[in-house]
């Protein structure tokens, strides 16, 4: 009974009721892309690092974040592979680089640069070509979603990275970058040439535990055998990284702001909507008050009325952000909406809407039963 009667309250004013479901869709639509936007975000900052198949990442001393790192001496590498406990070691460079497109226009890149017969920092995804070709002089690997940015569209395209020759040999998908460089791999070898790293430099070292030993005890070991450098299991460096870009630049607190304000304006549109329409049935309340119904069972309408509002605005906005993230798969931003999002976004549009229905219960707890006699 109570169900049916929130509901035709709801209907009875199907203009208004189109105003709260929009209310309630555009704030579920904002808070889940600006929470995606985030999401994608840190998987972003982190790809590499996540993908890079190491256990440990040894870096100079006073690293902040991946894509910024001073070069060390290669010799490092022979101490770190000396360490009890190291299965493995892989040398990488990351460095931003001048990109020159056929056509002569600049672009910025992050070159990255791994031994090919490790593997251990290399693309993924691949899903044109061949990244056994990057052994050739000259060779790269660019991901899809850069590649008409960087006027390389098919395999064997070429174009110059601090004016040497850059040949595409394989694309992959997905591999974005948060700076706004692309990532171009290329071997350990092709990134002496391309970077200002020099032949007996490295930047990190890629560090595979041996079976039996943990990521934190080889970071011990390692930190306890070689000098001057900074040691991150895997977890750490992504963790880490994230933090500096999402938290030290401002970048993540806006995202969750943008995310905190729809809450409030779906909050606000819904309230608003929901006394508007207790309040043109401000009469029966009171009728229902006047023949001795409990406030309880009024306040179960009101309840009801903010649970249909919820369910029906959130399965309209969320279906709306699912298609917009499904969407950013093939651009540079990424919005992803992992299942726990996608139903924590449920409990989250019922507390909004069941918190806006506060106001109108307030109303009906001081609407008076003797306003039905008085014809008011």
Not at 40 to 69: E, H, L, M, P, Q
Not at 89 to 96: E, P, R, S
Request: with cysteine.
């Amino acid at each position: 009974m109570i169900v049916p009667l929130a509901y035709r309250n709801l209907v009875h004013d199907k203009v208004r009721l189109a105003v709260t479901l929009i209310g309630v869709i555009f704030a579920v639509v904002l808070i889940s892309v600006q929470l995606g936007l985030f999401i994608g975000f840190t998987t972003t900052i982190s790809g590499v690092i996540d993908n890079s198949g190491a256990d440990v990442w040894v870096a100079s001393r006073g690293i902040k974040n991946f894509d910024i790192a001073l070069p060390m001496e290669e010799r490092t590498n022979n101490l770190v592979m000396a360490v009890p406990g190291v299965a493995r070691t892989g040398k990488l460079i990351i460095q931003f680089a001048n990109w020159k497109k056929p056509n002569g226009d600049l672009e910025s890149i992050e070159i990255v640069g791994y031994e090919l017969e490790k593997g251990l920092g290399g693309p993924w995804n691949l899903v044109e070509g061949n990244t056994d070709w990057l052994d050739i002089r000259d060779t790269i690997v660019v991901d899809r979603l850069y590649a008409e940015k960087l006027g390389v569209v098919d395999l064997g395209d070429s174009a110059e990275i601090a004016n040497k020759r850059a040949r595409v040999v394989a694309f992959t998908h997905g591999i974005r970058s948060f700076t706004t460089s692309p990532y171009v791999f290329t071997s350990f070898k092709n990134a002496l040439e391309y970077s200002t790293v020099q032949e007996d430099q490295l930047v990190y070292i890629l560090v595979e535990a041996a079976d039996g030993v943990s990521s934190s005890e080889l970071k011990k070991r390692i930190l306890a055998r070689v000098d001057d450098v900074d040691v991150f299991t895997t977890g750490e460096f992504s963790l880490k990284t994230i933090n500096y870009w999402m938290l030290s630049t401002g970048a993540g607190m806006a995202l969750l702001i943008a995310a905190f304000l729809g809450l409030v304006v779906g909050m606000v549109v819904v309230a608003q909507t929901l006394y508007a329409t207790t309040m043109d049935h401000l009469p029966e309340f009171a009728t229902l008050k006047a023949v001795g119904a409990p406030n309880a069972y009024i306040y179960r309408i009101l309840i009801a009325q903010a649970v249909i509002s919820a369910v029906g605005g959130y399965l309209l906005g969320m279906a709306a952000s699912l298609g917009v993230a499904r969407l950013s798969q093939n651009a540079e931003a990424l919005i992803r909406l992992p299942w726990p999002v996608v139903g924590g976004m449920f409990f989250l549009t019922l507390a909004m809407c069941l918190g806006a229905s506060l106001v109108s219960i307030n109303k009906i707890t001081q609407t008076d039963p003797m306003l039905v006699f008085k014809g008011r």
